[in-house]
């Protein structure tokens, strides 16, 4: 099966563990991917706070992931901080035939 245009595979759903993310690189651009029951989620790896790439390293409750360096908190599904702030950028997922499929777009730097 062909994937979705602007959509690149990183792995099967098999090889995510539960509630433990995992880090990718998709198209150049740093990825944090999380499995939450049926669900994957994709996020940017890095840590607005201090610019780290560790995202993927955070602990999950509630559908947020948690920095692990200062707890910042992150909803999966949009990337935003409580309160519905800018927080990190969210990667659109799809799923087909037990392939994990993400779509990102890259940063455009306006000097």
């Given at each position: 099966?062909?994937?979705?245009?602007?959509?690149?595979?990183?792995?099967?759903?098999?090889?995510?563990?539960?509630?433990?993310?995992?880090?990718?690189?998709?198209?150049?651009?740093?990825?944090?991917?999380?499995?939450?029951?049926?669900?994957?989620?994709a996020l940017s790896n890095v840590c607005i706070h201090q610019k780290a790439a560790i995202?993927?390293?955070?602990?999950?409750e509630d559908e947020c992931v948690y920095c692990p360096a200062h707890g910042w908190m992150?909803?999966?599904?949009?990337?935003?901080?409580?309160?519905?702030?800018?927080?990190?950028?969210?990667?659109?997922?799809?799923?087909?035939?037990?392939?994990?499929?993400?779509?990102?777009?890259?940063?455009?730097?306006?000097?």
């Amino acid at each position: 099966m062909k994937p979705p245009e602007g959509f690149f595979k990183i792995c099967k759903v098999s090889d995510l563990k539960e509630k433990i993310g995992q880090r990718f690189f998709v198209d150049d651009v740093d990825v944090a991917v999380f499995r939450i029951g049926e669900e994957v989620f994709a996020l940017s790896n890095v840590c607005i706070h201090q610019k780290a790439a560790i995202i993927y390293d955070g602990y999950i409750e509630d559908e947020c992931v948690y920095c692990p360096a200062h707890g910042w908190m992150f909803n999966l599904r949009t990337g935003k901080f409580p309160g519905g702030l800018k927080g990190l950028d969210s990667y659109e997922v799809q799923i087909l035939e037990g392939d994990v499929y993400v779509k990102v777009f890259k940063k455009e730097f306006k000097w």
